[in-house]
């Protein structure tokens, strides 16, 4: 069992940046992928960025490559999310995922591909 705890979400204005960190705990050494998800009200849950752990591959939808960043966090098993120049359009609720082996042949940017999600964190952009 993993727990995700997401932070940093927050109201920033558009052209802002807000940095989204997410904390594992548990059985964490299972892990082998983490991710961000968003969902925003009437709108599907849709995929964000990812990265591999022991590699740091990195995948990005096309709404945020070039703008947002994910990395691992080197002091301990978590990752960040660093949003630039926002837009209003990413305002959403946005879930820390992890994923282990057992979903290792499952698209990154599919839901099934993880087995842990965190609570969420809220991220408005609007001035």
């Known amino acids: 069992q993993v727990q995700l705890v997401e932070s940093g979400g927050g109201l920033v204005q558009p052209g802002g940046s807000l940095r989204l960190s997410c904390s594992a705990s548990g059985r964490a050494r299972e892990i082998v992928k983490m991710g961000w998800f968003r969902q925003a009200p009437g709108k599907e849950r849709e995929f964000v960025a990812s990265?591999?752990?022991?590699?740091?591959?990195?995948y990005y939808s096309d709404f945020v490559k070039g703008r947002f960043t994910i990395s691992r966090d080197n002091a301990k098993i978590a990752v960040l999310l660093q949003m630039n120049s926002l837009k209003p359009e990413d305002t959403a609720e946005y879930f820390c995922?992890?994923?282990?082996?057992?979903?290792?042949?499952?698209?990154?940017?599919?839901?099934?591909?993880?087995?842990?999600w965190g609570q969420g964190t809220q991220v408005t952009v609007s001035s």
């Open positions: 995922v992890a994923g282990t082996l057992s979903r290792r042949n499952i698209p990154m940017t599919s839901n099934d591909a993880y087995d842990y």
């Open positions: 990265i591999v752990w022991t590699r740091s591959n990195t």
